[in-house]
């Protein structure tokens, strides 16, 4: 097969080419090997015609089992071989990019049944890869330095050979480490506070090898939301630097699960600031020849850092339901601020005539330049912040500081948006009620296209939802009894999705205790790598799975998963993002509170039915459903059609 897979007639329209020959692809080639023919799919293909043939974005609502991932993949590759430029598919998180390439996945797929050879590379995030110089600090350190030293062990040959480098390979990928806990990786991989500009590893560097790798892609490039953000955020300053951009040039972008691409998008452009970043950054301008006066300006601004940010830790309070820390700015930090900022201003004045005496290196003194800018730009933002959120986060390595914008729809606009290029949102859950307007207005788009095709399904069949009506106003303990007795009666197979981390983990203190679910086996998220835990859940029939980001996105299809346990509604929590949407809006509860909590839902529900053989229960535990007539009726329009909620469980006691 050459460029095209199908004989392109120069003289016709190329988009109108491509959508005759999915058309082909649905009605006759993939029903004579096997596959059953779905309207839905057939109706989606069309409608993304227009989008690229006009180079649009489009908000693409299909439910589950209509096969839009395959449409839009086939698009995608057509449009990449026509424009000589790969396709970005964004999907929202690191496991789901997996899910595209394995064994039996879509791309395989498309290549076994059309015959057709697909160039599709993985561009992972970086903190998906472990990190050689901190791998050097976690075998020498405190916690589980034998495990760090065999993981060094294995390291290719080729990282400790000073030789050129003949063959070598990408390596040092998370999901090569099944066996770290989320905390034990996070001492060994990558992180935002790694200089990889100035690291004399990086040429052996399984980050920077995978790198070099997905650029060479021709047809497609797999990556995160987060990575794509990070990408277009970077975009700018990796250029002045003489860096080459994240993702090569490319001729469109699918973000699977669009409706989550606000959030990455603020996750990206933020600044964040950590007193252990600061101060092993500017200690490095002492390894130079330096003038006294600036190595005790380094000092003073190492304990004026450390000050700041103590006193920032007794202004944090934390949030309930939320990783983030509100902020209450007060006189004392303010003043901290100030000091700061100044002996910033002095070590900047400092380095200009550092600089003129050429005793540091110029790379290392352009880092720090840069650092200190951006700093100082974040402080002053951090001080006049009406427009800009800040909040604060602790990890095993303190307290950042994180300085968001309060809208990212500019920075959408002009850097993505602004491209003249076909943009697909694919999800299931795009609107609310019928409207896309939550959505784009998040995202500041003005003109789109979009549709929406329901699933397939016989939902009406194969899906009982019950929402108990408690007695005791839905108490903890009543909640562990409902969720015993659906599991008895389910034998495990079911997914528990939590809002937040703490009733993760106040429900992880209790099951134990029951001795009905002793013979059950329970997969936390977080004791293992994200991946394999959903791949234990899947082989282990019987299993449960309990996990607070696997709303959306896991795909298991068959009896692992008969039972969606939603443990309370997901409303978003009242942190300093949610907050200053909610201050944006006339009507905060119903614009926002209510359509994320709805969108969320309509997620976690859409995890039971993969496939038409599937059926189950959904068990929503939040009795103020039925104390809330608004509140029941907004739930009720978001079932699928012939779905009616119970309050009583038909369960077994
Ligand atoms: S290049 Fe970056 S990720 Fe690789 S070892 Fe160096 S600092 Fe770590």
């Given at each position: ?6 004989a392109?007639?120069?003289?016709q329209?190329y ?46 609502e299909?439910?589950?089992g209509?096969?839009k ?5 086939l698009?995608?590759i057509?449009?990449?071989?026509y424009?000589?430029?790969?396709a ?6 690191e496991?789901?990019?997996?899910q595209?390439?394995?064994p ?5 797929k ?7 050879e ?5 561009a992972?995030?970086?903190?998906q ?17 034998e495990?760090y030293r ?12 000073r030789e050129?480098?003949?063959t ?15 905390e ?8 935002a506070?790694q ?10 560097c ?12 021709a047809?497609?490039?797999?990556c995160?939301?987060d ?21 090569p040039?490319?001729?469109t972008v ?8 606000e ?6 452009l ?17 390894k130079g ?7 005790v300006?380094?000092?003073r601004?190492?304990?004026?850092s ?5 006193v ?19 006189d004392?930090l303010l003043q ?10 002095e ?6 005539f ?33 427009s ?12 950042s ?13 002009e ?5 003249k290029?076909?943009?697909v949102f694919?999800?299931?859950t ?6 896309f307007?939550?959505?784009?207005n998040?995202?500041?788009l003005?003109?789109?296209?979009s ?8 939902y009406?069949?194969?899906m ?10 839905g108490?903890?303990?009543e ?7 659906l ?11 939590f ?37 234990a859940?899947?082989e ?33 929590p ?11 809006s ?26 038409r ?11 103020e459903?039925?104390a ?16 009616e ?9």
């Open positions: 097969m050459g460029r095209y897979p199908f392109y007639d120069r003289g329209p988009m109108k080419q491509v959508s005759d020959w999915i058309a082909d692809i649905f009605y006759d080639i993939l029903p004579e090997a096997g596959f059953e023919i779905r309207d839905e799919q057939i109706y989606m293909a069309f409608q993304l015609e227009r989008a690229y043939a006009d180079k649009m974005t489009i908000f693409a299909a439910g589950v209509t096969g991932t395959l449409v839009y993949l698009y995608a057509c449009y990449a071989r424009r000589n430029k790969p970005i598919i964004a999907c929202a998180d496991s789901l990019i997996e595209l390439v394995k039996g996945g879509d791309i395989d498309i290549a076994r049944h059309l015959n057709m697909i160039d599709a590379r993985l992972k995030s970086p903190d890869y472990a990190c050689l110089m901190k791998l050097d600090e976690a075998r020498f350190g405190h916690d589980d330095m495990l065999d993981i060094y062990a294995e390291l290719p040959d080729f990282v400790h050979s050129a480098l003949q070598f390979y990408a390596y040092g990928d998370r999901k090569n480490y099944p066996h770290l806990n989320d034990q990786w996070q001492r060994m991989n990558w992180d506070y200089d990889c500009f100035v690291c004399d590893k990086r040429h052996r399984g980050q920077t090898l995978s790198r070099e790798a997905y650029r060479r892609s047809d497609l490039i797999i995160s939301h990575f794509y953000m990070e990408h277009v955020w970077t975009y700018d300053s990796r250029k002045r630097e003489g860096q080459l951009p994240l993702l040039e490319h001729c699918v973000f699977d699960e669009g409706h989550l691409m959030s990455a998008a603020q996750k990206a933020t600044y964040k600031l950590k007193h252990i970043v600061f101060e092993e950054l500017i200690v490095r301008l002492l020849e330096v003038r006294e006066t600036l190595a300006c380094i000092d601004a190492i304990d004026q450390e000050r700041m940010f103590a920032l830790e007794g202004c944090c309070q934390p949030i309930p339901g939320s990783e983030r820390k509100q902020i209450v700015m007060n004392a901290e601020i100030h000091l700061l900022c100044d002996i910033l201003s070590i900047e004045e400092e380095l200009v550092e600089g003129e005496m050429f005793t540091l290196n110029d790379y290392q003194l352009k880092i720090v330049e840069e650092h200190l800018e951006m700093m100082q730009k974040a402080l002053a933002l951090f001080r006049n912040k009406h800009f959120i800040c909040w604060a986060t602790e990890s095993i390595t303190g307290l500081l994180v300085i968001m914008p309060r809208t990212v729809k500019e920075v959408l606009k850097h993505v948006f602004s491209a290029m076909p943009i694919s999800s299931a795009l609107s609310v009620e019928g409207s307007d939550y959505v784009a998040s995202l500041g003005e003109e789109y296209l549709f929406s095709v329901e699933s397939p399904y016989d009406a069949e194969r009982e939802v019950i929402v108990p009506a408690w007695e005791q106003g108490s903890f303990q909640k562990m009894n409902a969720a015993v007795q599991l008895q009666k389910t034998e495990g197979r079911a997914l528990i999705l809002p937040t981390h703490q009733e993760l983990h106040a429900f992880k203190g209790q099951i134990s205790n029951e001795a009905a679910c002793a013979n059950l086996r329970f997969i936390y998220e977080g004791d293992q790598e994200i991946t394999h835990a959903i791949a859940f899947q282990d029939e019987h299993s449960v799975l309990a996990a607070v980001s696997l709303w959306e996105g896991l795909d298991i299809p068959g009896p692992s998963l008969s039972n969606v346990i939603v443990w309370s509604l997901p409303f978003p009242h942190d300093p993002v949610f907050n200053a949407k909610r201050e944006a006339n009507a905060p509860y119903e614009e926002v509170d209510i359509p994320y909590m709805l969108l969320r839902l309509r997620q976690g529900m859409g995890r039971l039915i993969r496939t053989e599937d059926s189950g229960i959904i068990a929503i535990f939040a009795g459903i039925h809330n007539a608004e509140l029941r009726g907004h739930i009720e329009r978001i079932l699928p059609s012939g779905v909620m119970k309050s009583e469980a038909r369960v077994d006691s």
